[in-house]
């Protein structure tokens, strides 16, 4: 136990000699195209609140009337007796947003990965999952027992190989132990509908014919998709027209819709099971009610004119930003694809190369984090530009400026 103190030190410095080192910079201001850090106002191009709503006074009124209504704390686990009206409002007003007959919410979008996919899937089942998801899909994929089976990222090809292999699998089960997954052997296909950290997207019909033609369910991740595609804004199933063909749908409550907490949509029995056997929603307080009901006026706003002239608005300055992003690769970074999304990431390569970029942009007032390993693969370090409904066109003058500064010293 003496040696304990002495490897954990070694092992931080082996995470700062890769140039992995992250540490937490304190912010003393809301959420906003602005912020405050280390007593300098920066221009914030990292969040995910691409909407502009965690700091929108709808959402400020609807969580303090919830405090003044619920209290600050729910008490319990809502199976107990924390289940407060305000996150019954917010899973009707999800389901009625993603049209699908239930929903349930989780403490977070890692919460509701973790307890979905490990009630879902036992050691008899199949898990297939994008090479590109998200770190609490892979960890609950792990955890869940089931045969984890990855596709290299968004390929079809492989996908379908993938799915054929599971099909001969499936057909001869071994011989069920009791328990209370389901009985027969399964199939669970996993993506994001946007990539996190890529801004590309799913090929999202081509995967559900796949799914369909080999019985197998789909749980799409809509975490940067919720507020941004589709005419209701629900996200891209609904954008690409394929809506009720997706058994699970996931979301988080954290980004476009500006509050906290992750949720699933499915049908009515999914649902039913989840809050019987997902071990992350029984085992857990329940959120504060205040984050419930700013999410649900989140959920509402989004769905408003005002959320229609919000959208409007991102998808102008991710216009502008990814023209930009198009005329600085490759002096700072390659631009991973033109993909329609707020996501833009300058892929650095080089981990402390990224670092010392995202040190220069914080001197000329630009805050962009350099995303590392674990976050993306080594190698693959990245400026990850996001922007949001809140910049101003000339917000995006000012990074221009920056980024040109920074591309111009390099050369
Ligand atoms: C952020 C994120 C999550 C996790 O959601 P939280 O509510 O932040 O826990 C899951 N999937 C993807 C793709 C994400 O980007």
């Not at 995967?207 to 940067?224: N, P, Q, S, T």
Request: net charge neutral; aromatic share 6%.
């Amino acid at each position: 136990m003496k040696t304990w103190p002495r490897s954990l030190e070694g092992a931080l410095a082996g995470i700062r000699d890769a140039g992995l080192h992250r540490q937490l910079r304190e912010i003393d201001s809301p959420q906003g195209p602005r912020i405050q850090l280390d007593g300098r106002e920066l221009i914030n191009f990292s969040s995910n609140d691409y909407l502009g709503l965690a700091n929108h006074p709808a959402l400020r009124e609807a969580a303090i009337r919830a405090v003044r209504d619920f209290g600050a704390g729910a008490g319990a686990s809502r199976l107990i007796c924390g289940s407060l009206k305000p996150f019954h409002e917010l899973e009707e007003a999800l389901a009625d947003f993603k049209r699908a007959k239930a929903c349930l919410t989780f403490s977070s979008g890692y919460a509701a990965a973790m307890g979905t996919i490990t009630a879902l899937l036992g050691r008899n089942d199949v898990v297939i999952i994008d090479k590109l998801v998200h770190a609490s899909i892979v960890d609950a994929a792990r955890h869940s027992g089931a045969t984890l089976r990855v596709f290299k990222h968004n390929d079809l090809d492989d996908l379908e190989r993938i799915l054929q292999w599971a099909q001969r699998q499936t057909r001869n089960p071994e011989p069920e132990t009791r328990s209370s997954k389901p009985e027969t052997r399964n199939v669970l296909v996993i993506t994001e509908s946007v990539f996190s950290m890529d801004g590309d997207l799913a090929p999202l019909k081509e995967i559900v014919e796949l799914k369909d033609r080999y019985g197998a369910w789909l749980m799409v991740d809509e975490a940067h998709a919720t507020g941004l595609f589709g005419e209701r804004r629900s996200g891209l199933i609904e954008h690409v027209g394929l809506t009720g063909r997706v058994e699970i749908q996931m979301g988080t409550l954290g980004k476009a819709v500006g509050a906290a907490g992750g949720f699933i949509c499915g049908s009515r029995t999914l649902i039913d099971f989840l809050v019987n056997s997902a071990r992350s929603f029984i085992f857990s307080t329940a959120p504060v009610p205040a984050s419930a009901a700013a999410a649900r006026a989140g959920v509402e706003l989004i769905q408003s004119a005002e959320g229609a002239d919000r959208h409007r608005r991102v998808w102008e300055r991710a216009a502008q930003a990814q023209r930009l992003g198009g005329s600085l690769s490759p002096q700072i970074g390659r631009v991973a694809e033109a993909a329609p999304s707020p996501i833009i990431p300058l892929i650095v390569g080089n981990e402390s190369e990224a670092v010392r970029q995202a040190e220069a942009l914080r001197e000329r007032g630009v805050f962009i984090p350099a995303i590392r390993f674990p976050t993306v693969a080594r190698g693959e370090a990245r400026l990850r530009m996001t922007v949001t409904a809140d910049h101003a066109p000339n917000d995006l003058d000012q990074l221009a400026a920056a980024l040109r500064a920074i591309a111009n010293r390099k050369l």
